[in-house]
């Protein structure tokens, strides 16, 4: 005949030790196990901290491209200055020298009295014939002697502008030199923090950069034409660039920060437009609309106008981007910059 005999039961205030033990041991496997890949918010800071300061360092690379751009234009007023007053001293002392022969001349002929030189003249015609001639002179003399003294105004004056320029020159050096010291600082300090990073961790923004410009060799453009022979031809330029480093400063053919990669591709195409991207952004004809815009157009990035890059097509921009990048293809929208407006060069 078959038991039947029933299951003993734990120990209830056992059980429910066990209950709340296992419980806790798997709350803390679950926290432990989530904990580890959690990133450190301090790394994530220095990380934004790297990427404040290239920002940075871009904006204050167009600060620096529009003094040096000025720079070299006060250069050329000045040469073209002081060039203009050494041909003017050259006139002057050619004056002084026919003044001199024509005051020797008349000294040695009105050596004595008109009256007396007449008297004992042997050919009186002859003499009041002389005397007529060196009255002629005498005018043409006070006229050169009123170009002379204009010659010695523009002279002055064209000094006094060449002093000017100079000074606004040494001026304008050392703003330039103030910002290149601003930008190597800035540069300075994201390598600082770039060194604070684990290998692995400096490893991760590489690969990001990797991917970005492997992204931008798969990229589509579409079929789109440009506006003009010009812009294709400065787009073609840019275009043959692709792959080259950012350098603040440069402006090619081998490195370019972003307003140099677009004022060299426009050279290549024969025309010239400024050096910076806040001049560029008045360079042209505006287009407010990103769909209005056609390949080769220039984009002005930033509330500041700070960026510039080319409308490459299908919503991507063509540009040189930061420091640690190359000269590469990118979404518009995904770039973290305002789009502006954009500019169709003529």
Known sequence: MAS???????????????SVTAAAAVAVSTQSASADPLPDPNKKGVQAQIDRLYEEATQATEKYNGAKEKAEGL????????????????????????LGSIATAQYRSGGLDPSIQLFLSA???????????????????AGMLEQFLQQQRDLQQQRSQAAAKLQDL???????????????????????LLNTLT?????????????????SERVE????????????????????????????????PNSFD?????????????????????????AGTRINSL??????????????????????????????????????????????MPFMWGVRIS
Not at 258 to 282: E, M, Y
Request: aromatic letters at 6%; glycine letters at 8%; a positive charge.
């Open 4 to 18: 039947h005999r029933r299951t003993k039961q734990p120990n209830r205030p056992y059980a429910t030790v066990l």
């Open 75 to 98: 250069q050329e007023q000045v040469g073209a200055l002081q060039d203009a007053a050494a041909r003017k001293q050259a006139d002057l002392n050619e004056f002084r020298e026919r």
């Open 123 to 141: 050919d009186p015609d002859a003499y009041l014939d002389k005397v007529s001639e060196l009255d002629r002179l005498s005018t043409q003399q």
């Open 170 to 192: 040494k001026d304008t050096r050392k703003d330039l030199g103030s910002k290149k010291t601003t930008i190597q600082g800035k540069l300075a300090e994201a390598q600082r």
């Open 199 to 215: 290998a692995e961790e400096r490893a991760e923004r590489a690969a990001v950069e990797e991917r970005a410009n492997r992204s």
């Open 221 to 252: 453009l579409g079929n789109e034409a440009s506006a003009s022979q010009r812009t294709a031809a400065a787009f073609s330029a840019a275009k043959s660039r692709v792959g080259m480093p950012y350098v603040w400063g440069a402006a090619g």
């Open 258 to 282: 972003c307003s140099g990669l677009t004022s060299w591709a426009f050279r290549q195409a024969g025309v010239t437009i400024p050096r910076t991207s806040q001049d560029q952004a008045n």
């Open 291 to 336: 769909s209005a815009l056609k390949p080769g157009d220039l984009i002005i990035m930033r509330t500041d106008l700070s960026h510039v890059g080319f409308y490459a097509g299908n919503g991507q921009i063509l540009h040189s981007p930061k420091p640690g990048a190359q000269v590469r293809y990118e979404s518009i929208a995904r770039s973290g």
